[in-house]
């Protein structure tokens, strides 16, 4: 029989972020972003299902294209970090992923591909990330050398904002106002700026396209906000079921470290979930957990399978119960704070050993 511990993923609301997304944007076009197993929730379902909708995928690196297109035949697939071997170029070439180019390596590599391509790229300008991209003043050369590469076409200029999630913030104006610079020295490149924090503190539509990722998993882009509070829904529940229910007397001491002492008669419930399953070991007590659908909270350190919750708001509460410990009750985003971390790290770190169940 199996845990009873897994992450439900709602493909509907999904597709109702996406479209929030989509109508932020507009006119620009939304890709949908799917990194790092789709944030957590399965790329390749993540990425059938918006298949229908998205008119281009992003990912990270090719390896997470090469698993898009076993699902994804035809959308294009834009690689982030662009390739990291040479060889790669051919296989983007084959395959209709658009790789990035940020760094005078991978221009080298570009120029130096022994096959006959067919490629499409986007260029990367570090607008004030410092990160990834070639410096502004770059950019013209950049353009000309690839414009000398047969078989490779230059379509749009990216970047990425470093604090589009703090409104009104004075790098992000910057960050624009050389993109801006740039849309006049090249008025027939397309741009792409936007993550998901900037479809709502900018104005992502003078752009041909935007990226939102995390919103479109129903969790805050922005900093001190939540999924839930800004109108997003929640697209993975993590839950599991209360195993064990005991009662406590004062003193009585729960979990590892006895970091946690009972101060009066106490129901408490084990929950078969831990930080083996990506729960974070860093939540502390107080960290709100539902069980039965009443919000009650943890108590004592994480383990690896296990953690235990305080019953008191729930004390006709029995083995078998249901415990959400994200999803619409309690947002990722509350968990992630109390844990000291975002929500993007609690949804990408959900571990293997948790089956996906899609609804
Ligand atoms: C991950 C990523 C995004 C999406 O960011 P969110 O904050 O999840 O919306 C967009 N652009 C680039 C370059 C990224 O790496």
Redesign the pocket.
Known sequence: MPRPTRAIINLNNLHRNYSRAAGLAHPAQAIA?V?ANG?GHGLQAIAASLSSVAPMF?V?MLEEALTLREVVPHTPVLI?QGVHEATDWATCSQLGFIPVVHSQEQLTSLQAAAERLSLTVWVKVNSGMNRLGFAPGQVPGVLSTLQQIPGVEVTTL?T?FAQADEAGCARTREQLGIMAGLRKQFPGLAQSVA???AHYTTDPSGNEWT?????LYGAA?LAGSTGLEMGLDPVMTLESELIAVRDLQPGDAVGYGADWVAERPTRMGIVAVGYGDGYPRAAPSGTPVAVAGRLTSLIGRVSMDMLAVDLGPVADATPGDKVELWGATVSVDTVARAAGTIG?ELLTRVTSRVPRQYT
């Open positions: 972003v990194k944030y992003a990270a982030m990216m990425h993550n998901s924090a990226r939102p990722g995390i919103m882009p993007y």
